[in-house]
């Protein structure tokens, strides 16, 4: 459902991402893993427009979406947390999650201001759907929380719920598991493999191999921007190009 | 404090705001204080206005005071020289500030950082320099009458009439501010103020969000500017200039960013403090300075904010590590 093709990316000199192609098929979950510095959060900057593409192409669908803007493509049906939280502190936990369901939401403000019968009904249903997120997520004791008093895990998983408030078909979650310790870790790799399957498209970026190993149906290996490997953990595992660059290094 | 918002119920804020108006009334000695409360009540709707562009939204607009006077004006140049309705003349000027503000914006909330805050510093400037000068139409610096208030036919007279009326329209635009926060469009705004990358990933056209508060909080400003001048009854460029724009900002920042009722609180100690400063003469801009820094420092999200958080006992938050016992 997801493709991408001969994808770049410069920034200046800098070549964050050079040539990089790969294919997401519906309902899996796909990883994308890399040494530090590999483009990874580029690549995903690229995929949910925060970044027009040098050249190459997204196809989403049967449509380039490559260059469109991240409302746009929103709009199309992605979605995705950050690897530096994104959660507005100025807001409370739910209405965090309620901001997720932007678009499905009446935006006049004209209504907005006369707080219309409509309005009032379908912000009912929104927060009662936020609050069961809340629980899917598993930060359902926070509903009544700011988003300000909640901790750091608690936050990467209400980020989650936002995402999934907008009903999206295809979820980029980056490094979902950084920060956290291994207990936490382990919830999340359950809630990862919740949520795809509940029918959404995952695409992961993470440094946990144990949870990339876990969890993926499919994994590209990228170093230095370009691909270096693609294909299922063991695949993977046994390239001798990753094992070197990356794996190897690792352990 | 949060769930307040979520039920269908008014408003408690509200009904409390609606009670204290209605007493206020028979407790204030004489017309000396109606003129304070009425002058308050202006002042609180263009601050409301302003509050929700820059404490809910995070743009700063350093030039409010130039679309209050472009109301001012409109509905004194209109009515006294054209002889408009003063209805006619006030929605002619909102309507015109309104589109002035959506030319400024459109370019300029395409762009990052405080470009807001420059660009209407400028157009602030502008809007006073023209009031200055074109003198066959605002009298200049010497200012021009404005003849009184008629609504549908019906004068407003005395201070019980003129407290009526501003009474009703800060409760309304307070209820329409309160409606709109807890709102679809309300929470996008707040969203654009948390992050504007991820306000943008779940689906919020930002520039356009921006461009409609900013619009909104120009009319408001242009509205009150034109009540105002036929309540004065006397305008002068002052009104649209830059001091008058820094007091605004400062009503904001006192009372409390992001929160209306700060808004009403601000506008009622700022329009309160020149009244017992009048021994500083000259010095009230140094004192308002001076108060903006202290709120800085001490209670930098504001009266309202600060009070309330302090008023709801907060358990100190648990540690990262003892968190996660959540369980899915």
Same mark, same amino acid.
């Given at each position: 459902?997801?493709?991408?093709e001969n %994808?770049?990316?410069?920034?200046?000199?800098?070549?964050?991402?050079?040539d990089?192609s790969f294919?997401?098929?519906?309902?899996?979950?796909?990883?994308?893993i890399?040494?530090?510095?590999?483009?990874?959060?580029?690549?995903?900057?690229? &995929?949910t427009?925060?970044?027009?593409?040098?050249t190459?192409? &997204?196809?989403?669908g049967?449509?380039?979406?490559?260059?469109?803007?991240?409302d746009?493509?929103?709009r199309?049906g992605?979605?995705?947390t950050?690897?530096?939280?994104?959660?507005c502190?100025?807001m409370?936990?739910?209405?965090? #999650?309620?901001?997720?369901?932007h678009?499905?939401l009446n935006?006049?403000?004209f209504?907005?201001?006369?707080r219309?019968p409509? &309005?009032?009904?379908?912000?009912?249903?929104c927060r009662?759907e936020?609050?069961r997120?809340?629980?899917?997520v598993? #930060?359902?004791?926070h509903?009544?929380?700011h988003?300000?008093?909640?901790?750091?895990?608690?936050?990467?998983?209400?980020?989650?719920?936002r995402a999934?408030a907008?009903r999206?078909?295809v %979820?980029?979650?980056?490094?979902?598991a950084?920060g956290l310790n291994h207990?936490?870790?382990g919830?999340i790799?359950?809630?990862?493999?919740?949520?795809?399957q509940?029918g959404?498209?995952?695409?992961?970026v993470?440094?946990?191999?144990k949870l990339?190993?876990?969890?993926?149906?499919?994994?590209?290996?990228l170093?230095?921007?370009?691909?270096l490997?693609?294909?299922?953990?063991?695949?993977?595992?046994?390239?001798?190009?990753?094992?070197?660059a990356y794996?190897?290094?690792a352990? | 404090?949060?769930?307040?918002?979520?039920g269908?119920s008014?408003?408690p804020?509200?009904?409390?705001?609606?009670?204290v108006?209605?007493?206020?009334?028979?407790?204030?000695?004489n017309?000396y204080?109606?003129?304070v409360?009425?002058?308050?009540?202006f002042?609180?709707i263009?601050?409301?206005g302003l509050n929700l562009?820059?404490?809910?939204?995070g743009q700063?607009?350093?030039?409010?005071?130039?679309?209050?006077?472009?109301? /001012?004006y409109?509905?004194?140049?209109?009515?006294?020289?054209?002889g408009?309705?003063?209805?006619?003349?006030?929605?002619?000027?909102?309507?015109?500030?309104g589109?002035?503000?959506?030319?400024?914006?459109?370019?300029?909330?395409?762009?990052?950082? !405080?470009?807001? /805050?420059?660009?209407?510093l400028?157009?602030?400037i502008?809007i006073?320099?023209?009031i200055?000068?074109?003198?066959?139409?605002t009298?200049?610096?010497d200012?021009?009458?404005?003849?009184?208030?008629?609504?549908?036919?019906v004068?407003?007279?005395?201070?019980?009439?003129?407290?009526a009326? +501003?009474? +009703?329209?800060l409760l309304l635009?307070?209820w329409?501010?309160?409606n709109?926060?807890?709102?679809?469009?309300?929470?996008?705004l707040?969203?654009?103020?948390?992050s504007?990358?991820a306000?943008?990933?779940?689906?919020?056209?930002?520039?356009?969000?921006?461009?409609?508060?900013?619009v909104?909080s120009?009319?408001?400003a242009?509205?009150?500017?034109?009540?105002?001048? !036929?309540?004065?009854?006397?305008?002068?460029?002052?009104?649209?200039g830059?001091?008058?724009?820094i007091?605004?900002v400062?009503?904001?920042?006192?009372?409390?960013?992001a929160?209306?009722?700060?808004?009403?609180?601000?506008a009622a100690?700022l329009t309160?403090?020149?009244?017992?400063?009048?021994a500083?003469?000259?010095w009230?801009?140094?004192?308002?300075g001076a108060i903006?820094?202290?709120t800085?420092?001490f209670?930098?999200?504001g009266?309202?904010?600060?009070?309330?958080?302090?008023s709801?006992?907060?358990p100190p938050?648990?540690?990262l +590590?003892?968190?996660?016992?959540?369980?899915s």
């Open positions: 459902m997801l493709r991408i %994808l770049s990316k410069h920034f200046g000199g800098v070549k964050a991402v050079q990089v294919t997401i098929r519906e309902g899996s979950i796909h990883s994308v890399g040494p530090n510095g590999a483009g990874k959060t580029t690549l995903f900057n690229l &995929i427009g925060v970044y027009a593409p040098t190459g192409r &997204i196809v989403l049967n449509d380039d979406v490559g260059g469109l803007s991240p746009a493509l929103a199309r992605m979605s995705r950050f690897q530096n939280l994104q959660v502190m100025n409370t936990a739910i209405d965090n #999650v309620m901001v997720g369901a678009l499905s935006q006049s403000l209504a907005a201001m006369l219309l409509s &309005i009032r009904r379908a912000d009912a249903a009662d936020a609050a997120l809340m629980e899917f598993g #930060v359902g004791q509903v009544d929380a988003a300000s008093e909640m901790s750091y895990g608690a936050l990467k998983r209400l980020e989650i719920a999934l907008a999206p078909r %979820l980029l979650l980056d490094e979902p950084a207990t936490e870790t919830e790799e359950t809630l990862i493999r919740k949520v795809a509940s959404v498209t995952v695409v992961l993470e440094h946990d191999m990339v190993m876990n969890l993926s149906d499919h994994i590209l290996v170093d230095y921007g370009k691909k490997a693609e294909g299922t953990a063991a695949e993977v595992r046994a390239n001798p190009d990753v094992v070197a794996l190897g290094a352990a | 404090m949060k769930n307040l918002f979520s269908r008014v408003h804020g509200l009904l409390i705001l609606a009670l108006l209605a007493v206020l009334p028979l407790l204030l000695p017309a204080y109606f003129d409360a009425i002058r308050i009540a002042n609180a263009v601050v409301i562009l820059m404490g809910y939204t700063i607009s350093l030039g409010h005071a130039g679309f209050f006077g472009l109301g /001012a409109a509905s004194a140049v209109l009515t006294s020289l054209y408009w309705p003063p209805v006619a003349a006030m929605a002619a000027g909102a309507v015109a500030t589109l002035l503000a959506l030319l400024l914006a459109r370019p300029v909330l395409k762009l990052k950082g !405080h470009t807001l /805050a420059m660009a209407t400028g157009l602030g502008i006073s320099i023209v200055n000068n074109e003198t066959q139409w009298g200049g610096p200012g021009m009458a404005v003849s009184g208030l008629s609504l549908f036919g004068e407003v007279t005395g201070e019980k009439q003129w407290y009326l +501003a009474a +009703a329209l635009v307070t329409f501010a309160l709109l926060i807890n709102s679809p469009v309300g929470r996008a707040q969203a654009i103020h948390g504007e990358v306000s943008r990933v779940v689906g919020i056209d930002t520039t356009r969000f921006k461009v409609r508060v900013f909104l120009a009319v408001v242009s509205v009150a500017g034109s009540i105002s001048a !036929h309540y004065i009854g006397f305008i002068t460029p002052n009104m649209a830059f001091f008058h724009s007091e605004l400062t009503m904001v920042v006192v009372g409390g960013m929160s209306v009722f700060g808004s009403i609180l601000g100690l309160l403090l020149p009244q017992m400063l009048s500083f003469e000259g009230e801009i140094v004192v308002f903006l820094m202290a800085m420092i209670l930098p999200k009266l309202v904010p600060s009070l309330a958080r302090r709801r006992k907060q938050a648990p540690p +590590a003892l968190v996660k016992k959540t369980g």
